[in-house]
């Protein structure tokens, strides 16, 4: 009579054919315990496919956040939603569901002097919508100017922007940071024009659009450029002090001397 018992070297050799990793590792567990338990056998199956998925969803999750470059540290748990009132952290928590305005290409556009968290926030929507699923990428426009010139010096021009177009979501830092050269602001052009409706971009730059010719020389490329940004974007206005500059100013005076008093005027909020 044959042995009817698994052969596990066997399953083993199966699950890597189908391409169950987390299933290899963690059936003996599962079936250890359906065994105890008395599971039948659909729920031991149910068991291990949502395991499965799991796994394939943190490890997603991992690859993503490795290729996505965000700043570290910066989360909306960690953003000062109070010190900026023109951002409202229910819009904002709108946004990072992702499943509205990605899906139309349309884009978000931060604006406010240096200091005042734009990176932050930029950084952070791109953390929460990785986490839902989405490709990010992070960077400064300066370095991904010089990418995409050198892109076009070795001939992959074609190439480089197709790997951008895997992502739902670019976030450019410092926009208005790049050189007046014409050279580098056609490659910001061609970006903007390839991604215009199909693929969403998130734009960080400290002058507002009145001074974009700073960036483009041509006028004519930078009204084009504004006109298909804006077409489909929400924007924020982050006027305010520069939190940079206003901890260093609370460092300097230090804990300062205890209050006489207090009343519910002056009492600062959790």
Known sequence: MKNSATDPTRLSLLLNELRLPATKVSWPKFADQADKEGWPAARFLAAL?????????RRRIERHLAEGRLLPGKTLDTFEFDTVPMVSKAQVMAIVAGDIWLGKGANLLLFGPPGTGKSHLASAIGLALIESGYRVLFTRTTDLVQKLQQARRDLVLENALAKLDKFDLLILD??????????????????????????????????PFGEWNKVFPDP????ASVDRLVHHATIFE???ESYRRRQAVERRKGPGRPAAFATTNNIMPD
């Open 220 to 223: 004519a490329m930078t009204l």
């Open 49 to 57: 496919a949502e395991h499965e998925l799991a796994e394939r969803d």
């Open 174 to 207: 410092d926009f208005a940071y790049v050189t007046k050269d014409q050279a580098e602001t056609s490659f910001l052009f061609e970006l903007i024009s390839t991604r215009y409706e199909r693929r969403s971009m998130l734009i960080t730059a400290n002058q």
């Open 238 to 240: 982050m006027n305010v």
